[in-house]
């Protein structure tokens, strides 16, 4: 069965729906940070102090072009997966990219206390949430063949809406 591609920003979800969606259909999943963590046996803040960022892209890229050769599993992308083309079109080879929204407002409240977010390292406000997903916005809109937004909904009531816009509902007993 083809893939399912999970993107957004930090803190909309993508590795409880993750979770969720895999249970529901039996699908095994993909978490890239972890995958990451696990293959540079360093923590995200530690690979982005030690290298920078440009490096954990260079991971990113590497391990999505690696997933393409599974079938059947779910991946839970980074926020920041998207931003590169090239890695778009990789996602699109063998999945089904689903984009998962939060207001910022809510993915602050989400996130507020997490530390291992480098990115937001010293500016874990609303302002500098809103700012950073306009700047990604359309990036992540062009890669999104479904749209989930999560704004005060339950787990299961956004899965439930990805099953019925991926038409993967006759799959679910
Ligand atoms: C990033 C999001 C993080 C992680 C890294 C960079 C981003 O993943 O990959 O800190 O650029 O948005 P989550 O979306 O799982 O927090």
Known sequence: MENIVLIGF???????????????????????????????????????????????????????????????????????TPLRECNVIEMKKNGKVILLTAKPETIWARIKDNTDRPLLKGNMNVEYIKAMMEQRREKYFAAADVIVETDGKKIKEICQEIIEKTGKGELYV
């Open 10 to 80: 930090m803190g909309t979800g993508k590795s409880t729906v993750a979770k969720t969606l895999g249970k529901m259909f039996q699908m095994k999943i993909v978490e890239m940070d972890q995958e990451i963590v696990s293959q540079e046996d360093m923590t995200i803040p530690e690979i982005f102090s030690k290298h920078g960022e440009e490096y954990f892209r260079n991971c990113e890229t590497r391990l999505l072009m690696d997933l393409q050769k599974k079938e059947n599993v779910i991946i839970s992308c980074g926020g920041g």
